[in-house]
C-alpha cells in the first residue's frame, strides 16, 4: 500500500519542477534510477555523493540536496528490497538518507515522500510514526489516514491475542493482566512509553515528534486494551505518562505528580496509623501550601479503574483534625487519633515496597518503642521522571500543540504548564505501647458486659464498633472456624482468611478489632476473672507495678491460663 501511495506521489511531485535547475537534477535522478535497475548500486552512489560534495557550501542548492539525499536512499532501500537476505544496515543507511532528505525539503510534497519512504525502511511501530508525518500533505491525507488506520487495527488486535502468546484456557482479562502486552513491548524494543491522545483520525497531522521522546500517538476511539486511565479520560491533545507502580494505569501527565503525591501521602498516613500514631502534623517545606483536601478521599477524582488510597477505615478511632492557612514552614493541618490496637504494618500497601526510609519505621516501631518521627516527602519522586526528562517531554509535547495550532482552529490548548515540586515535612507522634495498651483497657471497660445470648454473634450484634455488617458476619463465622482446635491459626488458614476479608471489603484494621471481639466472646469465667483483675490493676494510673505483675501472673497460674492467653486478655 505505501509503494502504491509513493508512486502516486512521483507523478503528483512533477509540479515541483519549476526550472531549468530542477529539470536537471530530475534528469540526474533519473540516470541514478537506471543504475539501480542494473543492479549498479556502487556506481550510483559514487556519482551522488561527487554530486554532493560539489554543492556542500551553496545554501541555495537546497532543493538538489533535498532530491540528492533521497536518490542516495532510494539506491539504499531498493539494494536491500532485491535481496533481503542482505544485511539491515542497508535498511538502516536507506533511513538515514531520506530522514537527512526531509531536512532539506522545502515544501510539505517532498517532506511527506521522505516519510514515507522512512516507513517503507521500518516496522509496524515506526511506520505509523512517519504515516502520521508524511500527513503534512494534504493532497496525500485520505490514502495515508487509511493505512494508519490500518496498521493500527493490527497492532492493536495483535497486542489483545498474539499467536504463541496466548492460553487456550486463558480469558483475555486474564492475558492482558498477565502478559501487559503494550506495555512488554515498549521494554523489549526501548520505546518510550508516553502516549498523546489525539481528537480523531483528521486530527493527527502535526502530532509527529522527531525526537521519538512522545513515540505512541493514538486517537480517543483506538488505545491498547490493556491500558486504563481516570475518569473522563482519555483527552484529546493530552500526554499521558505511565503510573511507575502500575505500568497499564496512565495518567494526564499535567496532573500526574499532584495525583501520585497525593496518593503517596495518604499511603504513608494509612502506615503510621496502623503503626500507632497519635498525632500527624503537616507542613509545608517547599511549593505550594497544604489544603484541606490534601489528606481526605475526594481530592481528585480517581475512580473506575484506578486503585488510589483512601483514608477511611477503622484503624483508629477518635480522630480529629485542625487545620490552619498559616504561611512558611508552620503546620498547615494537624490530626489526632486515640488508637487502641497494637502497632502492625498494613498488608494492602504499594509504595511503601519501594520506600527503604518506611521500611526502617516500620522496623523501628514494631521492634522497639518508638513515639515521634520525622518524614520529608517530596512530589518531585513519585513520577520516576528526572528533570532532564521532564524538560525533553514538555519540549516535545509543547511542539505537538503548537503544531496542532497551527494546523486546526479549534485547538485550545497551546503549551504544557511545568508541575511545582512540593516537598511537605510529616512530624509524627507515636502512642507508647502501654499507652495503646491503656487505651483498649479503657474502651473495653466502657463497653457493656454481653450476656450469654448477646455473645452470639448475629448480624444484630452491637458493638462500640458499631452494627456489624453482613460480609464481617461472614469473616467472623470463618474466623470462629478456624479457631475452634485449640485457638491456633495455621499459616494457610491465615492466608485464606486474608483473601477472604480482602474479597469482603476488610481492612486490616478492622480485622483485627473483629477478631477480638471474638475472642471477648468466646473467653472462659476464669479467663474473665483474670481480665477483671488485671483492668482494676491498670485503672488506678494506667500503670502496673512489678508487684502487681507478679501477683498477676499467679492469679493466671492458678486458673490456668497461658503465657500467650495472657498477652492475648491485655490486649483486650
Known amino acids: 500500500m505505501i509503494k502504491d501511495i509513493i508512486q502516486t506521489f512521483g507523478t503528483f511531485l512533477d509540479i515541483y519542477k519549476e526550472d531549468q535547475d530542477a529539470v536537471d537534477i530530475e534528469q540526474f535522478c533519473n540516470l541514478i534510477n537506471d543504475l539501480n535497475e ?26 538538489e540536496r533535498c532530491r540528492l539525499y533521497y536518490a542516495l536512499g532510494e539506491t539504499y532501500l ?93 480469558t483475555e482479562e486474564e492475558y492482558l493482566e498477565n502478559v501487559k502486552p503494550f506495555v512488554s513491548a515498549n521494554k523489549k524494543h526501548g520505546i518510550s512509553p508516553y502516549i498523546f491522545i489525539a481528537q480523531d483520525e483528521n486530527h493527527l497531522n502535526g502530532c509527529y515528534d522527531p525526537t521519538d521522546t512522545i513515540f505512541w500517538v493514538f486517537t480517543k476511539n483506538k488505545v491498547p486494551k490493556e491500558l486504563t486511565f481516570p475518569n473522563g479520560h482519555p483527552m484529546a491533545n493530552t500526554l499521558y505518562i505511565p503510573h511507575p507502580l502500575h505500568p497499564t494505569q496512565y495518567l494526564p501527565m499535567e496532573q500526574a505528580e499532584q495525583m501520585l503525591f497525593l496518593d503517596k501521602l495518604r499511603e504513608f498516613c494509612y502506615i503510621v496509623q496502623c503503626l500507632g500514631a497519635k498525632k500527624i502534623e503537616f507542613f509545608t517545606a517547599s511549593g505550594q501550601k497544604l489544603s484541606t483536601h490534601a489528606t481526605s478521599n475526594n481530592s481528585f477524582d480517581a475512580s473506575g479503574n484506578f486503585k488510589m488510597h483512601e483514608m477511611s477505615g477503622n484503624y483508629s478511632h477518635g480522630r480529629s483534625r485542625d487545620y490552619s492557612s498559616i504561611d512558611g514552614n508552620e503546620i498547615n493541618m494537624n490530626q489526632t487519633f486515640k488508637p487502641k490496637s497494637a502497632p502492625y504494618c498494613p498488608d494492602d500497601v504499594e509504595w511503601y515496597h519501594k520506600e527503604k526510609g518506611w521500611k526502617d519505621l516500620v522496623r523501628q516501631r514494631l521492634n522497639g518503642d518508638l513515639t515521634h518521627y520525622d518524614f520529608y516527602i517530596s512530589s518531585q519522586e513519585t513520577t520516576n521522571i528526572n528533570e532532564s526528562e521532564e524538560k525533553a517531554i514538555s519540549i516535545a509535547y509543547n511542539n505537538i500543540l503548537m503544531n496542532l495550532k497551527a494546523n486546526y482552529k479549534n485547538t485550545q490548548k497551546t503549551s504544557i504548564a511545568r508541575s511545582q515540586h512540593q516537598t511537605w515535612r510529616i512530624s509524627v507522634d507515636f502512642a507508647s505501647k502501654a499507652e495503646i495498651s491503656s487505651n483498649a483497657t479503657k474502651y473495653n471497660s466502657s463497653s457493656k458486659q454481653l450476656t450469654s445470648e448477646e455473645k452470639k454473634l448475629t448480624s444484630e450484634t452491637q458493638n462500640d464498633y458499631g452494627a456489624l455488617t453482613s460480609e464481617e458476619q461472614e469473616y467472623l463465622t470463618e474466623y470462629k472456624e478456624c479457631i475452634v482446635d485449640g485457638g491456633v491459626i495455621s499459616d494457610k488458614e491465615r492466608r485464606l482468611l486474608s483473601r477472604l476479608a480482602k474479597s469482603l471489603g476488610i481492612s486490616d484494621a478492622r480485622i483485627q478489632e473483629l477478631e477480638a471481639l471474638a475472642s471477648i466472646s468466646e473467653i472462659t469465667e476464669e479467663e474473665q476473672e483474670y481480665l477483671n483483675e488485671y483492668k482494676a490493676c491498670l485503672a488506678d494510673n494506667g500503670n502496673i507495678s512489678e508487684k502487681e505483675q507478679r501477683l498477676l501472673s499467679r492469679l493466671a497460674k492458678s486458673l490456668g491460663i497461658s503465657d500467650e492467653k495472657v498477652k492475648e486478655l491485655q490486649m483486650m
Do not use: V
Open 78 to 170: 531498493t539494494e536491500y528490497i532485491s535481496d533481503e537476505t542482505k544485511e539491515e544496515l542497508l535498511k538502516d543507511k536507506a533511513l538515514d538518507y531520506f530522514k537527512r532528505a526531509s531536512e532539506h525539503a522545502s515544501n510539505d510534497g517532498w517532506k511527506s515522500l521522505c516519510f514515507l519512504n522512512m516507513a517503507e525502511c521500518c516496522g509496524d511501530f515506526r511506520k505509523r510514526r512517519y504515516l502520521i508525518a508524511a500527513m503534512c500533505c494534504p493532497d496525500m491525507r485520505p490514502d495515508l489516514i487509511k493505512e494508519y488506520n490500518s496498521i493500527t487495527d493490527f497492532l492493536l488486535n495483535f497486542w489483545l491475542d498474539p499467536i504463541d502468546y496466548r492460553d487456550e484456557e486463558e
Open 38 to 63: 542494473e543492479g549498479q548500486y556502487e556506481d550510483a552512489r559514487e556519482r551522488i555523493e561527487n554530486a554532493l560534495s560539489e554543492i556542500e557550501y551553496a545554501s541555495e542548492w537546497e532543493y
